[in-house]
């Protein structure tokens, strides 16, 4: 297949080294790092290890490819959406693995006609820096039909994953999938930002667990008035494996706050307190960590 990973941070970057063991891959990132690809390779460590020389470049490859995979932060996903649309791609299957929700209806809204496939991972990646990524943890990944896709696309893709070693299963509940996924990361991701932690850190606190508790109840009480049939017990158990699988894995919000970037909490906790308010349910302990994690972010905050 060929292959272009729309947004190769540190998890696009690992995904698009994993698939070029199979397929074409371009990768299309911040300059700094993609001249860095193309200069030496991208190099892995972590899990995996090697250097792997595949396209990489700003923009996106004129050349029409079959699967663009999005891993862009969620707040950048209507503008890469809005480039996608430029370039006139017929056919091509859209597939996003990104974080918080709304991702796969601004990219069915913007780009007319391509079928969208949505997914979630919980697969950690860490830069080092620019031209070389960490592999932290193995997770899962699952994707699902969207919009304007049937099985067929869904298993093309899928098969694509699995012939190159990542693994992957497929779903016809995408968006339950898709909301126990932002759970997951509205639990995770503002309290390792908030402590300066890495995720395992979250397992050597009772209080820490505690919020943790308290941030995927909320999620699930918010996910279960839109539809999705989440299971209580079941989802905090899912929040604490994926701690436990990435323990050493620095979380993608921790890495924004460190480098002073722009956090994806209007995506993630932001997300479950708006959907919450339009259905009535209250949403107290994720208003209180955006409100923490905004007063951090560029704060730089060290890691412990
Ligand atoms: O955003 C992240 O960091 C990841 O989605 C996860 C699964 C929390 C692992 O760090």
Not at 52 to 61: D, E, G, N, T
Not at 154 to 160: F, G, I, P
Request: contains cysteine; aromatic residues 2%; hydrophobic residues 40%.
């Amino acid at each position: 297949m060929d292959i272009v990973v729309v947004g190769a941070g540190a998890l696009g970057s690992l995904i698009g080294a994993l698939l070029s063991r199979e397929n074409e891959v371009a990768l299309v990132g911040r300059k700094a790092h993609v001249d860095e690809i193309s200069r030496g390779g991208l190099v892995l460590e972590g899990l995996t290890d090697g250097t792997f020389h595949i396209r990489a470049s700003s923009s996106l490859p004129y050349t029409q490819p079959d699967l663009a995979v999005l891993c862009v932060k969620a707040y950048d996903t209507a503008a890469a959406a809005r480039e996608i649309a430029a370039m006139g791609w017929i056919g091509t299957m859209l597939l996003s693995l990104q974080n918080g929700l709304g991702n796969e209806d601004t990219l069915a809204d913007v780009v007319p006609d391509l079928p969208v496939i949505g997914g979630i991972t919980s697969v950690g990646a860490n830069i080092v820096h620019p031209g070389t990524v960490h592999h932290g943890g193995d997770g899962e990944t699952i994707i699902g039909a969207y919009a304007r896709c049937d099985e067929h696309h869904v298993t093309m893709v899928a098969d694509a994953f699995t012939t190159s070693g990542i693994p992957i299963s497929t779903t016809d509940r995408i968006s339950t999938e898709l909301w126990a996924k932002v759970i997951v990361n509205a639990g995770i991701n503002p309290i390792t930002a908030i402590h300066g932690i890495r995720n395992g850190g979250i397992l050597e606190s009772r209080d820490l667990q505690d919020q943790l508790g308290h941030l995927c109840e909320e999620g699930v009480n918010v996910a279960n008035a839109v539809g999705a049939e989440l299971s209580q017990g079941e989802m905090l158990q899912r929040a604490l494996d994926v701690v436990k699988r990435t323990a050493t894995n620095r979380s993608s919000m921790l890495q924004d706050v460190q480098m002073g970037r722009r956090t994806e909490i209007d995506q993630i906790n932001g997300a479950i307190v708006r959907e919450g308010a339009e259905r009535g349910v209250p949403t107290p302990f994720n208003l209180a960590v955006i409100d923490q994690v905004k007063g951090l972010s560029g704060s730089g905050r060290p890691l412990q």
